[in-house]
T-cell receptor, first 111, second 117 residues
């Protein structure tokens, strides 16, 4: 079946440093969604990418969708302690609301 | 609008028992999906209901079942609980569907944390 891997599994940065998580799929993605889950919380939708090569920005967050639609990335510029959490990519290829989640990247930010 | 609500928030059961979890979607949302989150397996799709019909199903045994009511509220049931069923069970609702295709956002509830002893 489809596998969606994320790297790294965990990253610890100092506040102000940049952070990037990568999402790689074994199959072509229809579209990719990104979620953030704070410790003890639930996944919260961040963004959806649909087109090959698409780049979207939300303040300090930059999301990219690969040209071959088999990978995606999330880059955070100048991390803040409020960025702490686990970031998941998710694919809903083919079927409404049946998300295949990536393995997640846990981000820890310290002062 | 009120968000997705799930009850109960925490539950402790013993092996062999059964459990029912409830999810109330955002008003107007007709689709409810259920996910299981564990440290080992991550977030896994259980099933999705739309207009009282199960539309999609993940790779879980038949002990996991669900249903949806006419007001879009959904329940999931796990029978004959096993230790490995300990997890955070999340439901998510969304609104737009067109022949099974969607690019709509999934809104997750806070989850029910089930512990099986």
């Amino acid at each position: 079946g489809q596998q969606v891997m994320q790297i790294p599994q965990y990253q610890h940065v100092q506040e102000g440093e940049d952070f990037t998580t990568y999402c790689n799929s074994s199959t072509t993605l229809s579209n990719i969604q990104w979620y953030k889950q704070r410790p003890g919380g639930h996944p919260v939708f961040l963004i959806q990418l649909v087109k090959s090569g698409e780049v979207k920005k939300q303040k300090r967050l930059t999301f990219q969708f690969g040209e071959a639609k088999k990978n995606s990335s999330l880059h955070i510029t100048a991390t803040q302690t409020t960025d702490v959490g686990t970031y998941f990519c998710a694919d809903n290829t083919g079927t409404a609301s049946k998300l295949t989640f990536g393995t997640g990247t846990r981000l820890q930010v310290t002062l | 609008k009120a968000g997705v609500t799930q009850t109960p928030r925490y539950l402790i059961k013993t092996r062999g028992q059964q459990v029912t979890l409830s999810c109330s979607p955002i008003s107007g949302h007709r689709s409810v999906s259920w996910y299981q989150q564990t440290p080992g397996q991550g977030l896994q799709f259980l099933f999705e209901y739309f207009s009282e019909t199960q539309r999609n199903k993940g790779n879980f045994p038949g002990r996991f079942s669900g249903r949806q009511f006419s007001n879009s509220r959904s329940e999931m049931n796990v029978s004959t609980l096993e230790l490995g069923d300990s997890a955070l069970y999340l439901c998510a609702s969304s609104s737009i569907f067109d022949r099974g295709l969607t690019t709509d956002t999934q809104y997750f509830g806070p989850g029910t944390r089930l512990t099986v002893l």
